[in-house]
Nanobody
Framework: QVQLVESGGGLVQDGGSLRLSCAAS????????MGWFRQAPGKEREFVAA????????YYADTSKGRFTISRDNTKNTVYLQMNSLKPEDTAVYYC?????????????????WGQGTQVTVSS
């Protein structure tokens, strides 16, 4: 069992930056594939980025490439999402997710555990 708690969301201006954190409980955190998703009002939850259990390989949605960076610190049981050059269309609730299988996935249905989410609002 893994419990996930996100933090770091807030209000930022167009072009600004935020760093989200996701703290995980559980001794097997280092073996999980971790992902970030987001959900804007009236829209479905969408994939943002994922990182392999070892941290050596990452994968991004096209909307995130070049602006967002996912990383993890297995010694701290934490995964991060550094978001730069934020745009109003990035406004959403951002969710951290964990997948027990050591395989990348962009579909939310393939992740086993979810956090409660943290709100990111980008003003124009």
């Amino acid at each position: 069992q893994v419990q996930l708690v996100e933090s770091g969301g807030g209000l930022v201006q167009d072009g600004g930056s935020l760093r989200l954190s996701c703290a995980a409980s559980g001794r097997t955190f280092s073996s999980y594939t971790m992902g970030w998703f987001r959900q804007a009002p009236g829209k479905e939850r969408e994939f943002v980025a994922a990182i392999f259990w070892s941290g050596g390989t990452t994968y991004y949605a096209d909307t995130s490439k070049g602006r967002f960076t996912i990383s993890r610190d297995n010694t701290k049981n934490t995964v991060y999402l550094q978001m730069n050059s934020l745009k109003p269309e990035d406004t959403a609730v951002y969710y951290c997710a964990a997948r027990a299988l050591r395989l990348f996935a962009t579909s939310r249905g393939l992740y086993d555990y979810w956090g409660q989410g943290t709100q990111v609002t980008v003003s124009s």
